[in-house]
């Protein structure tokens, strides 16, 4: 070997380990991280697999394993816990079709014998991934991830930036897809109906120094109780999403009962929001409801509205903007406090901002209103939306609705500022509403019209309808 | 005694032997605890407690028992929440390992956990999900 080569050699080695030793630096962070060491690949099936469950797949897999379900009927309760699972996909091979690959809660036990509650629940589990799977019938949820130990003052935030993506989710009892305590994460492309409560949940969200958001995308949910919800949600960013014939599309509420209120600081935005008009009190209706509703008030219960596009039920920081919300037949968006019952009154809502929504469809696919509002708390605001239609204040006209339903910014005098709100016809209005008894009545008052065609959806009524409204 | 029956009696012994092992001394956890006859003796004896687990309360929420009392919690069909039972807070003198096995799954309904509680004590309880409001304290006397 002659100098000149040799000398050209350590160069081109040394060159080599500058590039070569932060990749490796890097690599070893990550693995030290749990992030970049690649785990184990699965396939469970059941016929011809290593696997016939997927808990048991679960069980002899590490970090970032990968498991593959292959087409097939899982009746199994599926427990992910502790960070020995982080970054664990489980996924069903068929991306086309999720409905393939599906998990059935009905008759599903535990291995101690219990009921089998959801399909897959991850406790404390970061980087969990759900994808292209199924999940329907179990007495809770459909897919459950959860952090252990939420509570104030909890810091170890370990249930992180799942990923719920391409899956189908019917006929669970309470859930379809529940995160409670978790910090970011995505619930996606996903289809979802036929539950007691809400399709999609987010709530319980620890408060974060730097957010990190929440996103609910491309979703369709139709035929549940609301199609999202969230107690003491934040930093939730709910987009492009299609949430139809449901009861209520969206709401977002404050209770004392779970940790982290109230719920706030979180976005609405470019989503079609319609018909919402599933009136599931009536005996006929294809979903029932698990929620205790809303409370009591002298012994008798406050029912969860229907017909409503979005209820931001003593929720602070939310912004609306950029929807189309129609047909809808008691309102479009609701915005109300909780005047009993919260401790600390932390239920007041409080700069929820409406803009620039297309509301009612442009008079094509009215809302009975577009907008109700109970005149609680403050820096609620309504700028820019289209064929707005508002309930109107009391019988003398006072607040007006100019000033009732202020532009953005709200003035410092708009709203009462407490949980009580304007104490003249809406409230009147709501409490006639929520207390309805029976809740199928709640129909009793709705403004009803037929829907025009609207892309490839159908819109759904219960039939019949209340048989006992009074005259 | 014939080979037969000393194998038998052999394996009783074993079995029992086993049996005494795997039992935790502090708190037996779990939904199905304790079958066949020797068990059924031994349930007869044993004090028993139920407690239901409903939205969003323990019932009772605040009870005592006595040492050795087997606890019963039992999911009401009525619920819509989630709920688990999980130990706050228990006797000094409560084995890490006993205190662990003191935590159910969450559940919402069809579901039941069960512990026996040896220590003397209060044992206090939440539901992780819903710890503002439900709570329970179980005293075991002596």
Known sequence: ?????????????????????????????????????????????????????????????????????????????????????????????????????????????????????????????KRLTIKNLSAKNYVANGFFLRDSDARDGDKSLDCKNYKVKNTYTSFNRAYNVFAFGCVGGKMTDSESTGTGDSAFYVGATPPQKKPKMTQIARNEAYLNNQAFSGTNSRYVDIHHNDFYNNGIGITPNTLDSEPYEPSGESVIRKNNIFWNNLNYYLDNSPVETTSSGLGEFLGTTINFPTGIGIVNFGVNDWTIKNNKIFGHFKWGTATFSDPIGNDGDDAISTDVRHKNNEMGKNGKDTNAADFFYDGSGSGNCWQGNSSSSFVPSGADNTPSVEELYPACPAPASAGTGGSGGDEDLQLVDLVGYVLADPPENQQCSWTEHPHPKFKKFKPFMVTPGPQGCPE | MSPRRLSTALLAAIAGLALAVAVPSGVLAGPGSGSGPSAEVAKKKTPKKKIKVGDDFFAPADTKVKKGTKVKWKWLDSNFNPHNVTLKKGPKKLKKKQKRKLKSGTATIDFK???????????KFVCTIHSTVMKQTIKVKK
């Open chain 2, 113 to 123: 956990f069960a512990a026996k509680l040896k220590k003397p004590g209060r044992y």
């Open chain 1, 1 to 125: 070997m002659n100098r000149v080569f040799a000398v050209a050699i350590a160069f081109a080695a040394m060159i080599g380990m500058a590039f070569a030793l932060p990749a490796v630096a890097g690599a070893a962070d990550a693995a030290k991280k749990g992030k970049g060491k690649k785990g184990k690949t699965v396939t469970v099936c059941k016929f011809g697999c290593k696997y016939k469950s997927v808990q048991k797949a679960v069980d002899k897999t590490g970090k970032n394993a990968k498991i593959k379900i292959k087409p097939g009927t899982y009746k199994e309760g599926v427990i992910v816990e502790g960070k020995k699972h982080n970054g664990l996909t489980i996924m069903g091979t068929k991306k086309k079709k999720p409905k393939r690959v599906m998990f059935n809660g009905r008759n599903a036990k535990y291995e101690d014998g219990n009921t089998a509650q959801n399909a897959i629940e991850g406790i404390d589990v």
